[in-house]
């Protein structure tokens, strides 16, 4: 069972810089594939950024060019994923989700497209 362990999140004021991180266990050698997500109460989850199998990083434009993802296979067991925030605003104070799927998603950034979620970690940020 493929098991996803976030950390990182916090407050911070608006401009400010946080850090999120996603250890992925029992990935193992296959394909698989990697994204961020956020959700605000009563909203669907929505998708900031997803990786690819060979690397290759697709944005959402809500986020791109203040966030970035990244992924270090640290062994054949253990993936970590993060995700490094910058220039926040109050907008994107939300729970923030780390999310993996062993088949290419049809929709990177599409929730329904992964079956194995982190257990959420709070952003806010303040003006």
């Known amino acids: 069972q493929v098991t996803l362990v976030q950390s990182g999140g916090g407050s911070v004021q608006t401009g400010g810089s946080l850090r999120l991180s996603c250890a992925a266990t029992?990935?193992?050698?296959?394909?698989?594939?990697l994204a961020w997500f956020r959700q605000l109460p009563g909203k669907e989850r929505e998708g900031l950024a997803a990786?690819?199998?060979?690397?290759?990083?697709?944005?959402?434009d809500s986020v791109k060019g203040r966030f970035a993802a990244s992924k270090d296979n640290a062994n054949n067991t253990l993936h970590l994923l993060s995700l490094q925030m910058n220039s926040l605003k109050p907008e994107d104070t939300a729970v923030y989700y780390c999310?993996?799927?062993?088949?290419?998603?049809?929709?990177?950034?599409?929730?329904?497209?992964?079956?194995?979620w982190g257990q959420g970690t709070q952003v806010t940020v303040s003006s």
């Open positions: 999310a993996a799927n062993l088949l290419r998603p049809r929709d990177m950034l599409a929730s329904n497209s992964y079956n194995f």
């Open positions: 029992r990935l193992g050698y296959v394909s698989y594939y």
């Open positions: 990786i690819e199998a060979d690397g290759s990083i697709t944005y959402a």
